[in-house]
């Protein structure tokens, strides 16, 4: 039997463990830092950083200084570059985890508008229905008025069957 082209010969081996991580609870995590990253105490915190490390470095005892002003302050440099390649990861992360909730917020939205679309049309059919229903029912001055002219005809019929029979007006009264 012929070994098939799509299916590998030996299985590989992985020389790193492979780390399995919950998106969800990494994305919350990066967002916090994000977050933590763009407020004004960390800025503060940061420059409190760097004015004492600057400060210890200039002006601390001479055995005690770990990075030196003569090499521009190397290691602070380091610090510095290795906090920035962490942070625009973790910034990026934020955002494109902001974006996902826009975009499902965004779907929720129209779907809330389109189901407040379809409530205005099936109200505006349901008025649309009722004043047409309307329009064949007898409002109060129809009514006022038929009633006024029923009266009306039975008064000229009564004047009439009196003005025939005399006794007929002793009997209505």
């Known amino acids: 039997m012929a070994d098939r082209l799509d299916t590998p010969k030996v299985a590989r081996r992985q020389i790193l463990p ?3 991580v919950k998106q969800d609870a990494f994305g919350k995590i990066s967002e916090s830092i994000a977050r933590f990253m763009g407020t004004p105490r960390f800025i ?3 420059t409190l950083f760097c004015v004492l490390w600057l400060a210890w470095n200039s002006w601390g005892p001479d ?14 440099t380091l ?11 973790l910034i990026l992360l934020a955002q494109n985890r902001q974006t996902d909730r826009d975009r499902v917020s965004a779907e929720q939205d129209r779907q809330r508008a389109e189901r407040n679309l379809a409530d205005t049309e099936y109200l505006a059919r349901e008025m649309a229905a009722l004043r047409i229903a309307l329009g064949e029912v007898a409002t109060r001055d129809f009514v006022r008025s038929e009633m006024r002219n029923l009266l009306e005809e039975l008064d000229a019929k009564a004047d009439r069957d009196a003005e025939r029979d005399p006794t007929a007006e002793e009997h209505r009264r």
Do not use: K, N
């Open 63 to 76: 055995g005690l200084r770990f990075d030196s002003a003569a090499f521009g302050f190397t290691a602070l």
């Open 44 to 46: 503060l915190y940061l």
């Open 79 to 89: 610090m510095l570059s290795l906090q920035a390649s962490y942070a625009a990861p």
């Open 18 to 20: 492979r780390v399995r």
